[in-house]
């Protein structure tokens, strides 16, 4: 199994960026995908998650500017970033919780990071 993240890259305060992450490999289900980020120095923080039934979290950071969505048949999950700011520069992973078979255990995985910096 495998977490491929890109749409990362520089973007000046204000703008916008969208990030995809494709889970590829033996998935029988892909229960919670989220996304977490990294700014340097500190630890990797929730930044937004979201079920199988569609149901949605958000950490307060980036509620009202951050939307999370997920394209079940691609099994790949999206952030769009809409008015970025310099504080939310940080290497942004994918994660998902899911099963490689009927009778397996759900299992959580991450993608490789891709980086998002925010900078005039």
């Known amino acids: 199994v495998q977490l491929q993240a890109s749409g990362g890259g520089l973007v000046q305060p204000g703008g916008s960026l969208r990030l995809s992450c494709a889970a590829s490999?033996?998935?029988?289900?892909?229960?919670?995908m989220a996304w977490y980020r990294q700014a340097p120095g500190k630890q990797r923080e929730l930044v937004a998650s979201i079920r199988s039934d569609g149901v949605k979290d958000y950490a307060d950071f980036v509620k009202g500017r951050f939307t999370i969505s997920r394209d079940n048949n691609k099994n790949t999950v999206y952030l769009q970033m809409e008015s970025l700011k310099p504080e939310d520069t940080a290497v942004y992973y994918c994660?998902?919780?899911?099963?490689?078979?009927?009778?397996?255990?759900?299992?959580?995985?991450w993608g490789q990071g891709t980086q998002v910096t925010v900078s005039s």
């Open positions: 490999g033996s998935i029988f289900r892909i229960d919670r």
């Open positions: 994660n998902a919780d899911l099963k490689i078979n009927f009778y397996a255990v759900s299992t959580n995985w």
